[in-house]
């Protein structure tokens, strides 16, 4: 497999709202990292080490790795024997002071952290600045169930779910953060309200990958109006699962700025927030919005805000 990021610029773009030649002072690099990870913790960082340089090497300022990235375990509970405090640990460091010795942000798609449950986990995103500080810390509120065929898996038997919604501001734009299967409801976009970058880091199977991955992706860039920054877990792994790989950059067009397809590497793309902003103005459908989430269903039981009281409004506001 080439480690070399699949360039993909020459898409086609709604040239009335976006020149690709123009620049701006706001223009900046971005870059997910792409791995096939294994039990091997120690092993997982050095293969993150090098693929972070790489992408420090093409400008890079805001830089994602997967879901699970230092640690896919040969057992479920691998990851919990695995966990560290918040603070403390090799993950973290190692994650700290990459970013500060490169002098970037990193996002480590997730770390598994010490849960309120000893035999659990929180899978948690974690973003560090440019001096290698904590910036803000995402736990996976959605968890992946699926039972097909030969396939089995069920993230709660190891996984303390998040409650709350996270974004930061930062020097890129403001994110919203998510994980993987998080991907799939779309409630919890539409309450990160106006965000510039979405982040989805991930180990989507093969399975449902191939079937829904890219769509998913470029919906949620869509109708948010956002960059979608989606780094991926893709190959084949030491514990006999295969995850689908084809990380990727979408802008808010729903354009395929860069993808890699499988195995170790990176996508990098440059992304623009006055085109955010163009976009916006001229399609502004986030302010079209009639329909919001309610705190409880106050019409028919059966009626349409039954269905959005459903929607699990304590996860709504965005913990700043």
Sequence with gaps: MSSKPAFSFGRARPHTLHDASAQSAAVVRIAGVQMASGPNVAANLNEARRLIG??????????????YFAIMGMQDHDKVNA?????????????????????????????????????????SSLVYDDSGKLAARYDKIHLFGFDMGKEHYSEERTIEPGRHVKVLDSPFGRIGLS???DLRFPELYRAMKDVD????????????????????????????????????QGGYHLNGRETHGDSMIVDPWGVVLDRLARGSGVVVASINPEYVQRLRASLPALKHRTLDCVEQADAEPHGAAAMLGGARCATRAADE
């Design 179 to 181: 994980i993987c299967y």
């Design 54 to 67: 790489m992408a420090v090497g093409h400008g890079a300022k805001l830089i994602a790795l997967p879901e």
């Design 83 to 123: 966990r560290e405090q918040e603070g403390e640990g090799p993950i973290q460091e190692f994650l700290s002071e990459t970013a500060k010795q490169y002098k970037v942000w990193i996002v480590g798609g997730s770390v598994p952290l010490v849960a309120s449950d000893a035999n659990k986990v929180r899978n």
């Design 197 to 232: 970058i979405i982040l989805v880091p991930s180990a989507f199977t093969e399975t449902t990958g191939k079937a829904h991955w890219e769509t998913l992706i470029r919906a949620r860039a869509i109708e948010n109006l956002a960059y979608v920054l989606a780094p991926a």
